[in-house]
């Protein structure tokens, strides 16, 4: 691997590093040695995770080696083993590491590295990049939920991961989890330390050896160099002090951090009902009457299990007063808005206070709590039984509300500047769940949603940093612009990096659609979504790109209530069937259930060369627009419906953009709330727009389908290697005509994965990908404008067919028409069509009825005649096939002929057979198709038992109706193939 010297750091690269990747490095190597904070903007492809994890490993080894070069050459004195020693090595190092003067000093301890991503998906991504380095060998773990690391055969079927915390604890502590005591014994073994293991290596690991992969994470931590965990558990306070997560001079590597404002907010904020205040009683009232049963049940619960000796009937008497006089003070509340309510902050304190909480006093309450969660949780076998989720809830709260731990007077302070109270009334709540773009009406009820939110992510990364982080470094594609973004974390930004792409302008395709090939303007606001013109020009927009865009084509759309209105809309008016026709459509589930089989359908639909690619519809900000990965024909073109601003009509929304109102009262260089909602779109676009240029051989097209994207504001929030490329387009013919070129000059000068290329009918082993345009464009658009309804209904409104055909008649001379060939052998009929219908299409637009001749793996030698069976190319044969190669062709051909009359003759009666041979005979001389099919149909009944005769030939419908594609004989079954 070649080495690079940044910034007097040696780093190992996998290959010669790009220029970008250098510079990336060296901002990397800078925020490290001067003990500072960057925010550094790299767009996806140019190696971004594999640049942080070299550049700061090789930066973290080199400080090792400074330390035991410290030791070696005598620092250590054995007559002063006391602090002036860690003071001199301290300042030693930091020198020699090239720390500028002013930085604080951090002690003598080497840091640690902190590796954090969203999810695990993404982490398990970075860990395999690890692997491609020379790093691999430093100590490396990962820190997961017990969802995804526990092997307990009973705690791990629990669903409620409160229930399954407190599960664990009990068998933890009882001793009564096998797992868990093999941890301190097994912790040593080699097979833990030898190679880096993710999530699920983890795990399988842990199986094999009998020992738990939470715990053992949990201990490997300790001496892992570098520690990889979702950054929710760095930004979370709660989370972070489960975990045990130690940050005193570590260095905090925030990857894909475009998110990190939100998780800010969000585990810093809480909601809590009246509801959840009932169940908290109800949970203490069961408790009390589960001790008190009767004397024998008390006694056993008294003696033998251990969360009771924590907490005494009393204490439960005290927590069920407090609940319901917190149920009073949250009925007392009074609302003079149906909306709900906004109070400062500190309102939750005073809330609190009329139970008499206050800060010094949560911590009993908590430990308490705490107790009797632990007992609900492991005392009870029914699932219908309380758990404590209640009782969890608001122990959370407490320690939300009050930080303990923290100055009193510096946290009201903080609380008072970044936290509202919005209290609304409980049924609200459902409302906003279904579509909160929508103003419905609710019914009064006595419950309250109490809501305390905060809208500072400066409040969460304030308080990280406190924990004595040395650096912390936030990464990734899509944030710009980076003022903004900086201007909300709330700590000093010294570094920062805006990185342009390594991709070239013949490799992006980047337009901006205002109107619809009808000439609709396409508008996706809240005015204008559920205009039915507007959702039927959109659905004609998307079924001519999937005539024009090759392989997969990315469809994102604002939110998922819109995603399933324009589905709804266009299966009602036949949209839906004929973009299916074109490209098989694939839909974002809104639940996780289904979401990895959906995801492997579609991958698997674009690596079948009998398809013409596949059409995934997501929503912005969705599973399917974070960290997936849709390099090369996976995605080649992304469109982007409409802009996904957050919903206006949505509490928290309105409550933030108020906040950023009084926020710039005070500093002029804040962010504005009107400035703030179009970045969170803008964002969200982006980071849609990153699923498609994956590497540096890449390419692709972005096209944005709404005429707001025009504005000069939102082009400025798009990613900056992305804007020199945008272009406006004035008509629907210009955008196609640009996709036709742009796809045609990259399939013919970039490097393609090598996979069979379906070009013409014919398949041919070429290092490209799916079919040319012209393929796509020249057959499959005029064999469906052949179709009448098709043909009313896509290209209606002025919108011409020509602006396709002239793609063959333009540079070329017009295709003289050659016979069509059907092959009976290869026909198949798709499980949901009624219609017979072959998996790869016809090389050239059926303009008429013309005659067709019939071979069967070889019985045209002996009806049709020796021209036709040099018209169909075989999987295995090339373009330029050798003589000898044509000889043997022929003699299979004739071989299979042979059998297959054999099979007839044998199959069907003396009367029958001669039937059969006249019909052939007559065929070849009048090409009357629908007497071959009748005679054929009584012949091979398709649901007989001579169906492998003839199959999928019989149609229900009439000819025009039919779609015939030859697919080589791979595609039929064994048993077929045999016959």
Known sequence: MPDITINDVLVSFPFKPYPVQEEYMRKVIECLQ?????????????????????SSLSWLLTKKAQLQAQVITGAIDKKDLSGNFFKHLTSGLEKAAGVPDNVPSFGWAMPKIIYASRTHSQLSQAMHELKRTSYKHVATTVLGSRDQLCIHPEVSKETNAFNKIHMCHSKVKSRTCFYFNNVETRKDDPVFKQEILDIEDLVKVGQKQKCCPYFLAKELKQTADIIFMPYNYLL???????????????????????NVEKVCEEAASLQISSTDVAMCIDEITAVMQDITKDEDLQNDFLSENTAQKDFTAEDLCILKAMFLELEKAIDSIELNNTEGDTFPGGFIFELLEKIELTHGKEQIVIDKLEKIILYLTTTSTSPFARKGNALQKFSDLLRTAFNSGASVARHKEKVKRCYKVHVQIEEQKKNYKTDVWENKKTTKTDGKLISYWCFSPGFGMEQMVDQGVRSVILTSGTLSPLKPFISELGIPIAIQLENPHIVTKEQVCVGILSQGPDNHSLNSSYNTRNDPKYIASLGRTVYNFCCVVPHGLLIFFPSYPIMKKCRDEWQNMGLWTQIAERKPIYVEPNSKDGFINVMNEYYQKIKDP?????????????????????????????LIVGLPFPPLKDPRVMLKQRYLEEIKTVEKQSLSGQEWYQLEASRAVNQAIGRIIRHKDDYGAVILCDCRFENPNFKKQLS????????????????????????????????????????????????????????????????????????????????????????NTRDKQPMKPKSSVINFSTYKLKDNQSMCELAKHVDEPVVKKRKINIISSGIDSYFAGPSTSSSMVTENSSVNPTQNDKKENKDDKKALGKQY???????????????????????TQSGDYDKLLETLSSLFPPNGQLQHLFLGAVCKDERPSCTFKPVDTSDLSANTRDR
């Open 34 to 54: 001067n003990s500072q904070h960057g925010v550094l903007e790299s767009p996806t492809g140019t190696g971004k995770t594999l640049s942080l994890l070299c």
């Open 720 to 807: 900056s290697w992305l804007r020199p490329y945008i272009k406006k387009f004035t008509n629907f013919g210009m955008i196609t005509k640009e996709l036709r070129e742009f796809f045609k000059n990259a399939e013919n000068t970039l490097p393609q994965p090598g996979v069979t290329h379906m070009h013409y009918g014919k398949n041919i082993s070429l290092p490209a990908v799916g079919a040319t345009f012209e393929t796509t464009i020249s057959h499959s658009v005029i064999q469906n404008a052949q179709n009448t309804s098709v043909t009313n209904e896509t290209f209606k409104d002025g919108f011409s067919i020509n602006m396709y055909l002239d793609v």
């Open 901 to 923: 009359l054999k099979d007839v003759k044998r199959a069907l009666s003396a009367s029958d057979y001669k039937q059969f041979a006249t019909m052939i005979q007559s065929y």
């Open 610 to 638: 009998s398809c013409k690619g596949a059409v995934f519809m997501a929503v912005c900000r969705g599973k399917v627009s974070e960290g997936l990965d849709f390099a090369d024909a996976n995605g080649r073109a992304v």
């Open 236 to 258: 979370d306070p709660k989370t972070r002090k489960s975990q045990g997560i130690d940050l005193q001079n570590t260095v905090v590597l925030l990857d894909e951090a475009h």
